[in-house]
């Protein structure tokens, strides 16, 4: 099975802007959390879709969304982009999410960087 | 919240020396996985732990999960070079939906 893919890897933009990164889980998972990893904080928690519906939110601002597909692809947007959201962006694919006690299968991560 | 601590941040050993690493929650955990992160890449799941008291072996890998289920530890036994990387555990609460990470203990291996 191919494993979890994300796009883009690389992403340089400017303060203000807004970014969009898409991740496609292990063929069968229903369930995408997303990440956010820095170096000071660890991986922190953005949120996790399953079945297209949005089942638990870390506490990130509302500048963060996301969607999923009935692919079970799913996309997450940064609008009003800071210099803080420079990071890791990890997007993890689980067959029933992380309440079942799945193991998460982590993609590669985008690397975005704000200027 | 539920909070998962994880210690230490960092560890520097000599090959064939042994690592322990630490996690503690705030609150029950229902279960606690095991995750690896080289350097440069993502984490990759080791194991979970879902009994009280549970011990897990992979090789010279040794989990355990406490009695009460609020910690847990990784202890490596004659550490190599191939695992240098950064090991984070996560634990899910008895009342949550979404794993808590810990911060990871960063293990650096010198021949």
């Known amino acids: 099975k191919a494993g979890v893919t994300q796009t883009p890897r690389y992403l340089i933009k400017t303060r203000g802007q807004q970014v969009t990164l898409s991740c496609s889980p292990i063929s069968g998972h229903r369930s995408v959390s997303w990440y956010q990893q820095t170096p000071g904080q660890g991986l922190q928690f953005l949120f996790e879709?399953?079945?297209?519906?949005?089942?638990n939110k870390g506490n990130f601002p509302g500048r963060f969304s996301g969607r999923q597909f009935s692919n079970s692809r799913s996309e997450m947007n940064v609008s009003t982009l800071e210099l803080g959201d420079s990071a890791l962006y990890l997007c993890a694919s689980s067959l029933l999410g992380q309440a079942s006690y799945n193991e998460q299968f982590f993609g590669p991560g985008t690397r975005l960087t704000v200027l | 919240g539920q909070q998962v601590m994880q210690i230490p941040q960092y560890q520097h050993v000599q090959e064939g020396e042994d690592f322990t690493t630490y996690c503690n929650s705030s609150?029950?955990?229902?279960?606690i996985q095991w995750y690896k992160q080289r350097p440069g890449g993502h984490p990759v799941f080791l194991i979970q732990l879902v009994k009280s008291g549970e011990v897990k072996k992979q090789k010279r890998l040794t989990f355990q999960f406490g009695e009460a289920k609020k910690n847990s530890s990784l202890h490596i036994t004659a550490t190599q070079t191939t695992d240098v990387g950064t090991y984070f555990c996560a634990g899910l609460s008895d009342s949550g939906y979404a794993l808590n990470f810990g911060k990871g203990t960063s293990l650096l291996v010198t021949p």
């Open positions: 879709y399953f079945s297209e519906t949005q089942r």
């Open positions: 609150t029950t955990l229902s279960n």
